[in-house]
């Protein structure tokens, strides 16, 4: 059904690239536009869609044509690549989350297990087992035939009989949510009696995830959630959705398909993100575990030294800019449901501002601050060159002397603190 519809929109879109040379940013918007619909109709979600779009436009302009290939074939060549890698990508991934959990607990020093209870898809038995490989974690696995509280049960026993810390049951979980599934995940529930119970949830999943919560709280009773995929172009509601329904919180975020890619979810930091701290945050974090610890306090007495310039400025507000609009990153952060579209524009508004006048200054003074604060001259000509008054580039060079005592401080409370376990 979906493929019926999807081919009979694509072939309108190849349609209307006989007898072009080569691909162009205007050659390829009006079939860029069927693909987008014919994606659509079928029912793909839209920040999927989007991204989707964007991919193809971005590889089809860039690169250059090969000889003897069309550029209908060309194009063509570059959606079906596309099409596979979205085809990959359908899990909400839970089975890799299984595994990077076990891997994150491993760094905490916790032995652990995995039990491969999700039968109903083959692979995922042997995904499992190539993951638990990969990060050094032993797996149980049954045949499919066995029902997944036994195997639970039995991976238990295993693990009590290697004094193992964690075991970390991957149970089955759809998105079509049946009797026949609750009543096999009470039943696992019954089997082993587990300390948490984690809902997976694809953050791309948006606002339907609200239902997903709802019936798996309710039925099963979960203790929180891992959400997935924040790395991709994701609109948040998931994140809003889980507390909101549930009361639970979400403890653990992924990031990207790689074992490391999981980290634990900070709602302060979201909003650190949004005034473009969070990453610097994520960044001495991520340095902290690879580094001697001498070599990490160094690190943070550097970012602490009051250097944080405006290329540092301009950078993360980029990269907020990166994680998608600022309404979609401030719709992540629960509590912050009832900021209005109004503010969110102001917001958005206010960055572009700012990069304008970061971007009308020199290398020297974005990288000197201070230049900045001691000559009027200097503020009034970024103010002429931007477009700006002179009070907005004021406001912006204290803004940045601000931002390094609240990273000052934001250091100094980090100081010490390692990644918080689960459950904290
Ligand atoms: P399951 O069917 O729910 O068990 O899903 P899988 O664990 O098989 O994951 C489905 C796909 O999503 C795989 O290709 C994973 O690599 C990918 N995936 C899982 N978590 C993330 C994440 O946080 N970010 C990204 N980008 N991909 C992820």
Redesign the pocket.
Known sequence: EMFGQLSTGLEAAWSKLRGQEVLTKDNIAEPMRDIRRALLEADVSLPVVRRFVQSVTDQAVGVGLIRGVKPDQQLVKIVRDELVKLM???????????A?LAFYLKKLGKSCMLVAG?VY?PA?ID?LVILGQQVDVPVYTASTDVKPSEIAKQGLAEAKKKNLDVVIV?TA?RLQIDKAMMDELKDVKRAVNPTEILL?V??MTGQEAAALVTTFNLEVGITGAIL?????DSRGGAALSVKEVSGKPIKL?????RME??EPFYPDRMAGRILGMGDVLSFVEKAQEVMQQEDAEKLQKKIMSANFDFNDFLKQTRAVAQMGSVSRVIGMIPGMAKVTPAQIREAEKSLKIMEGMIEAMTPEEREKPELLAESPERRKRIAKDSGKTEQQVSQLVAQLFQMRVRMKNLMGAMEGGSIPALGN
């Open positions: 990959g990508l359908q899990g909400v991934g839970k089975t890799t989350v299984s990077k999700d898809r995922a995904q991957d979980g997976v694809d953050a997935t995929k924040l790395d991709g975020v992924g990031r990207g398909e890619d999981l």
